[in-house]
């Protein structure tokens, strides 16, 4: 087995057996297994699934309605104001603490969904110019109302970019070589902000699942990706809540999922009725759940404090090695 960063094959592992979220993923996800590398703390699966099958996957199934992690309703006006969570509050303090934004006129965003992200620099940055590449069929209506221009293919990029944004989306890819692409359409002095799951051995001890993640990263991962492609941090942090907490709540999500699909609800009748309620109670839980993050509860301290030592998430801002 060969590790993707380095290449070398003496210093890879069989780490664990693959854990599905959802049950019926199965068919995307079939035995897999995870390896680490030593040398880069870098783990990833084997066999990595077809590309028809994932495609497929992130096209039709990632985020529909009533499934976890995204827990999607059909009501449109509620799904625009998942960009005002605090993940997304803070991703935007910390990118216009570290850059000046006022210099950028090009933003990429990389597998974002609905571009939250970039629709609240552009709040404040009126002339920013928004690209993406999401090919999710839920999410082209609010990237395209949101003044974004979508590429769904990459070798279609024909232009060069200030700012590249990809949060949670690079341990979703099968390899790394997407930084090759990356050092193509940034500018020479346009930089790259990146978050991804933390995974050193605290992740795997504990975790509820994994899929569909395919790629699992550290701070000595991604540092050594940075060297191999040519760029540098300019910043890399630890973010968001502890590992236990991190757990907790994925085993949360997956119990409502399994409850919400258990067999309890198998008739056809019920399930239709189940169909027509289910949007709703999920608006009202996610409604609650915005409501609840918005008082002032202690948990909240959690989604703001980097670098304790404690975060599932890694995150940093990347530039060009002159
Ligand atoms: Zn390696």
Same mark, same amino acid.
């Not at 990706?225 to 757990?247: L, P, T, V």
């Given at each position: 087995? $060969?590790?993707?960063?380095?290449? #070398?094959? =003496?210093?890879?592992?069989?780490? *664990?057996?693959?854990?599905?979220?959802?049950? =019926? @993923?199965?068919?995307?996800?079939?035995?897999?297994?995870?390896?680490?590398?030593?040398?880069?703390?870098?783990?990833?699966?084997?066999?990595?699934?077809?590309? @028809? $099958?994932?495609?497929?996957?992130?096209?039709?199934?990632?985020?529909?309605?009533?499934?976890?992690?995204?827990?999607?309703? =059909?009501?449109?006006?509620?799904?625009?104001?998942?960009?005002?969570? *605090?993940?997304?509050?803070?991703?935007?303090?910390?990118?216009?603490?570290?850059? @000046? +934004? &006022?210099?950028?006129?090009?933003?990429?965003?990389?597998?974002?969904?609905?571009? *939250?992200?970039?629709?609240?620099?552009?709040?404040?940055?009126?002339?920013?110019?928004?690209?993406?590449?999401? /090919?999710?069929? /839920?999410?082209?209506?609010?990237?395209? =109302?949101?003044?974004?221009?979508?590429?769904? /293919?990459? %070798?279609?990029?024909?232009?060069?970019? *200030?700012?590249?944004?990809?949060?949670?989306? +690079?341990?979703?890819?099968?390899?790394?070589?997407?930084? &090759?692409?990356?050092?193509?359409?940034?500018?020479?002095?346009?930089?790259?902000?990146?978050?991804?799951?933390?995974?050193?051995?605290?992740?795997?001890?504990?975790?509820?699942?994994?899929?569909?993640?395919?790629?699992?990263?550290?701070?000595? &991962?991604?540092?050594?990706?940075? !060297?191999?492609?040519?760029?540098?941090?300019?910043?890399?942090?630890?973010?968001?809540?502890?590992? /236990?907490? @991190?757990?907790?709540?994925?085993?949360?999500?997956?119990?409502?999922?399994? !409850?919400?699909?258990?067999?309890?609800?198998?008739?056809?009748?019920? #399930?239709?009725?189940?169909?027509?309620?289910?949007?709703?109670?999920?608006?009202?839980?996610?409604?609650?759940?915005? %409501?609840?993050?918005?008082?002032?509860?202690?948990?909240?301290?959690?989604?703001?404090?980097?670098?304790?030592?404690?975060?599932?998430?890694?995150?940093?801002? +990347?530039? $060009?090695?002159?």
């Amino acid at each position: 087995m $060969k590790c993707l960063i380095c290449k #070398k094959t =003496e210093t890879v592992k069989f780490l *664990d057996d693959y854990k599905l979220e959802i049950k =019926e @993923d199965i068919k995307f996800f079939n035995n897999l297994k995870i390896y680490n590398c030593s040398d880069c703390n870098f783990s990833f699966v084997n066999p990595i699934p077809s590309e @028809d $099958k994932l495609n497929y996957f992130y096209k039709h199934v990632y985020r529909a309605v009533g499934r976890p992690p995204y827990w999607m309703t =059909e009501n449109y006006e509620d799904l625009k104001r998942y960009s005002l969570e *605090d993940k997304n509050l803070n991703y935007l303090l910390y990118i216009t603490t570290l850059l @000046d +934004l &006022s210099k950028v006129e090009t933003v990429y965003d990389f597998g974002g969904g609905y571009g *939250d992200l970039g629709f609240l620099l552009k709040k404040k940055f009126p002339k920013l110019k928004l690209f993406c590449t999401e /090919n999710d069929a /839920n999410s082209k209506k609010v990237l395209q =109302e949101r003044g974004y221009k979508n590429f769904e /293919n990459l %070798e279609d990029i024909d232009i060069k970019f *200030d700012l590249i944004i990809t949060t949670h989306s +690079l341990e979703h890819l099968t390899d790394t070589n997407i930084f &090759s692409k990356f050092n193509e359409i940034l500018k020479p002095t346009g930089f790259i902000f990146f978050e991804v799951p933390n995974c050193p051995k605290e992740y795997f001890q504990g975790r509820p699942y994994d899929s569909p993640h395919l790629l699992f990263y550290t701070s000595k &991962s991604m540092h050594k990706i940075a !060297e191999i492609y040519n760029m540098e941090f300019f910043n890399f942090s630890y973010s968001s809540y502890s590992f /236990n907490d @991190d757990h907790r709540y994925q085993r949360e999500s997956q119990n409502l999922y399994e !409850e919400l699909n258990s067999s309890k609800f198998s008739s056809t009748k019920i #399930k239709k009725m189940i169909k027509k309620i289910v949007p709703n109670y999920l608006i009202n839980l996610r409604r609650n759940f915005l %409501e609840q993050k918005s008082i002032k509860k202690e948990e909240r301290v959690n989604m703001f404090a980097n670098n304790t030592g404690d975060n599932c998430y890694i995150r940093g801002i +990347l530039k $060009k090695k002159i």
